[in-house]
């Protein structure tokens, strides 16, 4: 009903940056909270950061001040600036989007994942 592709991954140097994109596509009527997860390997999905449809935003301890999450409702993508990497960021990013679609129905969706690598 409801897909998510991100873009925007991929091998930076320590203290690089990279800007992840992930666009919502499909039965959309709404989107309510907008995300990033990754997932290192060995280790369990964590959140990173969420937005709401308002604005409202909170992010892991890990990366507060590093990173920045915002959205383009008029777009349905949501994005992840990344500052200052460092090498336990490496993981793969999941996007995540829940809220309704066509038909009433509660969706909550993710995307493929996208790789991001921070080494020299």
């Known amino acids: 009903q409801v897909q998510l592709v991100e873009s925007g991954g991929g091998l930076v140097q320590p203290g690089g940056s990279l800007r992840l994109s992930c666009a919502a596509s499909?039965?959309?009527?709404?989107?309510?909270?907008m995300g990033w997860y990754r997932q290192a390997p060995g280790k369990q999905r964590e959140l990173v950061a969420r937005i709401t449809s308002g604005g409202s935003t909170n992010y892991a301890d890990s990366v507060k001040g590093r990173f920045t999450i915002s959205r383009d409702n008029a777009k349905n993508t949501v994005y992840l600036q990344m500052n200052s990497l460092k090498s336990g960021d490496t993981a793969v990013y999941f996007c995540n989007a829940n809220g309704v679609a066509r038909g009433g129905s509660w969706y909550d969706s993710w995307g493929q994942g996208t790789q991001v690598t921070v080494s020299s």
């Open positions: 499909g039965s959309i009527v709404s989107i309510n909270v």
